[in-house]
């Protein structure tokens, strides 16, 4: 019984998520500049997928909810379908920021920021911890 997320599966979902993140993100962001946005493009991903592996532990090495989890096709659409709802919402709620940034004052409506980071989340967790039905012996 695998105990962690294969790298494989890791360096699969990787660019993908890098992309939903860098997307989400400076939607959700005022303003924002070239280096740090590659340096949270490059590290970011990485990170939040650590996050993901460790919260679906619990979820690999318990046996009984291994059986279940693993090739659980329903309750993988059924997490798509929730991180995709939050994304959707995300961008259809507006949200007011206002502030400074390089001493020029600013005052614009964003995407929802906390909603599209949470459809990141699950939408991670989901690409790190869904996989086949195990096969071997029990």
């Known amino acids: 019984m695998p105990d962690i997320a294969p790298i ?4 699969i979902a990787y660019p993908f998520l890098t992309v ?3 997307v989400c993100m400076m939607a959700a962001s005022p303003g924002y500049e070239f280096l740090g946005t590659v340096i949270f493009l490059m590290i970011g ?4 997928m650590g996050a993901g592996v460790a919260l679906g532990l619990p979820v690999r090495l318990n046996r009984r909810l291994s059986r279940w989890w693993l090739g659980n096709w329903r309750v993988y659409i059924l997490i798509a379908a929730a991180g995709a709802g939050l994304l959707i919402s995300g961008f259809n709620v507006p949200e007011r920021q206002v502030g400074v940034i390089d001493g020029i004052p600013f005052d614009v409506t964003t995407p929802h920021s906390g909603l599209l980071t949470a459809g990141c989340f699950v939408l991670t967790f989901l690409a790190v911890n869904a996989s086949l039905p195990f096969r071997g012996r029990t």
Not at 8 to 11: D, F, K, P, T, Y
Not at 45 to 48: D, E, G
């Open 45 to 48: 991903p990485i990170f939040v």
């Open 20 to 22: 939903l993140w860098f």
């Open 8 to 11: 494989s599966q890791l360096a």
